[in-house]
């Protein structure tokens, strides 16, 4: 069954998420002239208008209507998966150069990056359970929980409602699951991914007409004007050569199922997660030996940095840390000489920066615990500190810290799922991916939970053989009297 | 009397209220074997971990073979190096062989080739009796052989003098003689030691010079057996009493 669409009437993002992007964004530039070649930023999550087919490869009525428009204005389209809510942000930091996402024109999306003339026309449906007799419009949802996607022109039109309850999901298929619960009374969405959903779902029908009016837009970066006339010249030819009305008859009408994914379909996954763990973990190791030794230092300008390093990372959600870096003043920063930050550094820095607070704070804690009696026998040798420090405090240090430094590795590899607010095709985006597709909900995400369960599960192997190994001989750290 | 090994001068030390040392002075020659005895927390650790600068003395100087170690720029991984140290409790390292005990430091801080510390090393093992237990790891020792490792990882730097803080405190009454044994060597070889120890007779038989030291200063000064038999000082004849 296909995933559900919703109009991705969506709105300038303005929860939680959205917000931070959009403060993360800044102002975006100016790319200048239309390159001959574009990259295109999509949420391969909405079906008919952008999925991924059976291969992971971006699809959908969007799509191939943007193909057939840069074609017709001599340009090809690359596209690139990214969330709904890093759409805009994305755009505007020139990590591509349109996004076309089933998004419509809304005047606050117009403040911050241009449209092209609308390319569909949706609304607003609202959808209930079969057998739900009480809701015939909006007005009958007042006091009534409404179930959402986040950030879409239904949440807005949901908040509109007086007195309604509204939930607010990160896509539009566990809203419909919520309503199928019984925890919701109402979904509110666009209009074709709605109809969708519910020819091909027992139990959930569509009340009424579409209640508000809506065009889909293509995004460009605002003063991208030779972009946005070509485009639009693009979209003219398609309309009026038939095109159009061929993808809307093959995507919509025909609703061309999302083809379901296989199984094989998360392998890749595990290797992008496996990537960023090994990276992030890296970075966090190293980096958290130099916290440790600094928050350890006697030197008050190592050690107040080193401890407000630690007390500000460790505050701050992992999450924010992702975006603030891929989006925000480190991508610009970067953007300021000419370097675009990739997905793989850009979350490598946030999981390692985030991880070397927590594994520097470990760190310590095992320095502390060896016998200070060791130090002063290794100084007494006549080895420097830092000898001292190689030889005898560190090695014990660290067999004192693996147990807890297993915690931390599992922990991260579990935490790298955060990525894909970034796209990055990991384990859990791609399950997301599959779980997209309809009721397969529980189903995928089981078996994704298994997969991170049978890495863990070798993550401890080897921390278990690691433990054996430096452990030695010598089953007491500190072998005092006896 | 030829100039001594080493010369300490007017050394004090305090740990915030507690005036540790008030300014004690101490010359011991080369081949010296020093006793330093006195009650608990009277300072005559804290004076020993002065001789290697494990403690930074506030006030005084340390001379070690005509050079002042306490001197500013003075290279204090240098001097300790050839200070050789044994505490009360050991401080093998845990991590490491016996062997690999010994033959760290003359590898890291004096630079041989892994070969030749380790030869070297063994040396070292045979010369306190260990050479079969080389291989072993230090929890798997006893304390007193915990202990003579802990002698040869400091003989192993070729020390001008030795220092041992009550070497044999943290040990069971039957393993304290073959510690003892080993220091009896040690001082027959012509070692230069200064010895914090409670055992009364090693003291008087091995000792050259003794220190009877009180509340942070040197109270009495004398071969043992002037100290121990014909105390000049009211609290010598006091803290001799409580021990022998």
Redesign the interface.
């Known amino acids: 069954m296909a995933p559900l669409p919703s109009s991705r009437a969506r709105i300038p993002p303005s929860p939680l998420l959205g917000a931070l992007l959009l403060v993360a964004a800044g102002c975006g530039g100016d790319a200048g002239r239309a390159p001959h070649r574009i990259r295109v930023g999509t949420e391969a999550a909405y079906p008919p208008f952008e999925m991924k087919d059976a291969e992971g490869g971006i699809t959908g009525f969007d799509v191939e209507l943007v193909r057939a428009v840069a074609l017709e204005a001599g340009l090809t389209a690359e596209f690139v998966d990214q969330p709904f809510d890093g759409l805009i942000p994305g755009l505007q930091q020139g990590k591509y150069d349109a996004a076309v996402s089933a998004m419509t024109i809304t005047a606050e999306r117009a403040q911050v990056v241009d449209f092209t003339d609308g390319y569909y026309d949706a609304g607003q449906v609202i959808a209930v359970r079969e057998g739900e007799t009480g809701i015939r419009g909006l007005e009958d949802l007042r006091g009534r929980t409404i179930a959402v996607q986040g950030n879409t022109t239904g949440h807005r039109a949901a908040e509109r409602v007086e007195g309604a309850t509204v939930k607010s999901f990160e896509s539009i298929d566990p809203a419909f699951l919520e309503l199928q619960a019984g925890r919701a009374d109402a979904v509110i969405n666009d209009d074709p991914t709605t109809f969708l959903y519910a020819k091909e779902h027992r139990g959930i029908r569509i009340v009424g007409k579409p209640f508000t009016e809506e065009q889909y837009g293509i995004a460009v970066r605002k003063g991208n004007g030779d972009l946005l006339r070509r485009l639009n010249e693009g979209l003219r030819r398609v309309r009026s050569s038939g095109a159009w009305d061929r993808l809307r008859a093959r995507w919509i009408e025909g609703r061309e199922a999302a083809p379901r994914k296989a199984w094989g379909y998360l392998l890749p996954g595990i290797g992008y997660t496996l990537l960023l763990w090994a990276g992030s973990l890296a970075v966090a190791l190293v980096a958290g030996l130099f916290v440790a030794l600094g928050r350890r230092s006697p030197r008050a300008w190592l050690r107040l940095p080193a401890s407000a390093y630690v007390e500000v990372v460790r505050g701050v959600p992992l999450l924010v840390l992702i975006i603030w870096i891929y989006f925000g003043v480190v991508s610009e920063a970067l953007r300021g000489i000419g370097i675009t930050l990739d997905w793989f550094p850009a979350s490598v820095l946030a999981f390692g920066i985030c991880y070397s607070a927590f594994i520097g704070e470990t760190y310590r804690a095992g320095i502390q615990a060896v016998?200070p009696?060791?130090e002063?026998?290794?100084?007494?040798?006549?080895?420097?500190h830092r000898?001292a420090l190689r030889?005898?405090v560190l090695?014990?240090a660290v067999?004192n810290v693996l147990p807890a430094l297993g915690n931390e590795a599992i922990s991260l590899l579990k935490d790298t799922s955060l990525a894909m607010v970034i796209a990055v095709p990991e384990l859990m985006h791609r399950g997301k991916d599959m779980a997209g597709e309809g009721f397969r909900t529980m189903e995928v995400y089981s078996v994704v939970a298994a997969l991170y369960l049978a890495m863990t599960l070798g993550l401890t192997r080897v921390q278990r053989f690691l433990e054996r190994r430096?452990g030695?001989?010598?089953?007491?750290?500190?072998?005092?009297?006896? | 009397m030829a100039e001594p090994l080493i010369r300490i001068r007017g050394v004090a030390r305090r740990f915030g209220p507690v005036e540790a040392l008030r300014g004690v002075s101490l010359e011991v020659a080369a081949g010296e074997k020093r006793v330093l005895i006195g009650p608990s927390g009277c300072g005559k650790s804290t004076l020993l971990r002065c001789v290697?600068l494990?403690e930074v003395p506030d006030e005084g100087s340390v001379e070690v073979d005509g050079v002042e170690v306490t001197a500013r720029g003075a290279d204090l991984?240098?001097?300790?190096?050839?200070?050789?140290?044994v505490?009360q409790?050991?401080?093998?390292?845990?991590?490491m062989?016996a062997l690999e005990n010994v033959a760290?430091?003359p590898r890291?801080?004096?630079g041989l080739p892994e070969g030749e510390a380790r030869e070297r090393a063994r040396a070292m093992l045979d010369r306190v009796g260990l050479a079969d237990r080389a291989g072993?790891?230090?929890?798997?020792l006893?304390?007193g052989q915990?202990q003579r490792v802990?002698i040869a990882?400091?003989l192993a730097?070729e020390p001008k003098v030795m220092l041992f803080d009550e070497v044999t405190s943290?040990?069971d009454p039957e393993l304290v003689h073959e510690v003892l044994a080993v220091m009896r060597d040690l001082a027959a070889s012509g070692m230069t030691m200064i010895v914090v120890t409670h055992e009364m007779r090693f003291a008087r038989e091995v000792g050259t010079r003794m220190s009877f030291m009180d509340a942070g200063r040197i109270v009495e000064e004398g071969s043992p057996a002037e100290v121990l038999d014909a105390p000049r000082e009211e609290r010598t004849r006091a803290f001799l009493s409580r021990v022998l």
């Open positions: 016998d009696g060791q002063e026998a290794a100084r007494a040798l006549g080895l420097t000898q030889w005898v090695p014990q067999r430096t030695g001989g010598a089953a007491h750290p500190d072998p005092r009297r006896r | 290697n494990l991984d240098l001097h300790r190096s050839r200070t050789g140290m505490f409790r050991f401080h093998l390292f845990p991590h062989t760290l430091a890291v801080a004096r072993e790891w230090p929890a798997r006893s304390g915990q802990a990882r400091a730097m943290a040990l």
